[in-house]
């Protein structure tokens, strides 16, 4: 039986219209590209959906909508984490995840919580969490590396955390942690730029922010690796190379939101905090695209 993060998972955006509003027209179309153009499942309300600024009433019309649209044809992963337990254990036991495949749990954020303490906290969300979990290790955004051995020992322990999104920009991390995980745990790339390099030490895909614009391009390379040939996945990748550079540039998901109006897709507005990002690296875009299309 195959994993049920195995190839292409995308990072979803949430579109705005000129006034913030979310548009809901956009978010449909968006979803509808991503299963025609291959990827094996969506990720909602993770940090590239700009998930912070969403009301609670906003995420919920923002599940509904994604799950409408896909329809049970791929699987769907709600983001869901925090850096109190208690709160992230009401919003598991307030949401219904009847149509939701797993959530995706980043680690606690600003507290900066010791290794042991990151293994507690994820037994606490495992036991509350009637779907799979997926461990998240972002350190460049939360202040902490979650480490090999901690997460092999929460894949040890918890018998309903399937999997970790790998973003610690750590190949060799990647590599340690599907060697020693158990067998029904997979290490999932959470950089667009060192999926291959992951996949090539024992990971299984990624979860992608690239593919919001070039699902077919992302779908491919992935599948291709899956496959073991390496060769033609390198190719894309070369391609791809200098859009994961620029997309990251000036944070996400500024680029990958500019990306998208270029294609004419959604319109480039983020919610404050986050700003669009500047007329030099858009024209930078335009031009890549180009080179890739």
Excluded: W
Excluded at 96 to 119: A, C, H, R, W
Excluded at 159 to 170: D, F, M, Q, R, T
Excluded at 236 to 265: D, R, S, V, W
């Amino acid at each position: 039986m195959e994993h049920l993060l195995k190839g292409l998972g995308v990072a979803l955006i949430t579109p705005f219209r000129q006034d913030y509003k979310i548009d809901y027209k956009a978010l449909e179309e968006l979803v509808e590209e991503q299963i025609s153009g291959g990827t094996d499942y969506i990720v909602a309300l993770g940090t590239t959906g700009e998930t912070p600024t969403l009301s609670d009433e906003e995420q919920k019309e923002i599940i509904s909508c994604i799950c409408k649209t896909v329809n049970k044809r791929v699987p769907v992963i709600l983001g869901m984490g925090g850096n109190d337990p208690a709160k992230v254990i009401k919003n598991i036991e307030s949401t219904n995840l009847e149509d939701i495949q797993g959530i995706l749990s980043v680690t606690p954020f600003y507290n900066k919580p010791s290794q042991k303490g990151l293994i507690e906290y994820y037994k606490k969300i495992s036991a509350a969490s009637p779907v799979p979990v997926i461990l998240y290790n972002v350190p460049g955004r939360t202040g902490t590396n979650m480490l090999p051995e901690t997460t092999v020992e929460i894949a040890k322990t918890c018998s309903n955390v399937i999997a970790v999104k790998e973003a610690s920009g750590i190949c060799g991390q990647a590599g340690k942690i599907a060697k020693d995980c158990p067998s029904t745990f997979a290490v999932v790339s959470g950089d667009d730029g060192l999926t291959l390099p992951i996949m090539s030490v024992g990971g299984i895909g990624v979860i992608s922010v690239m593919a919001n614009a070039l699902p077919k391009h992302m779908s491919l390379m992935v599948h291709l690796a899956n496959e073991g040939n390496f060769i033609a996945a390198r190719k894309i990748h070369m391609q791809l190379l200098n859009f994961f550079k620029l997309l990251f540039k000036e944070g996400n998901p500024c680029g990958i939101k500019a990306l998208l109006e270029i294609m004419g897709k959604t319109k480039n507005v983020l919610r404050l905090p986050l700003y669009p990002i500047s007329l030099d690296l858009y024209k930078e875009l335009e031009k890549e695209l180009k080179n890739v299309i």
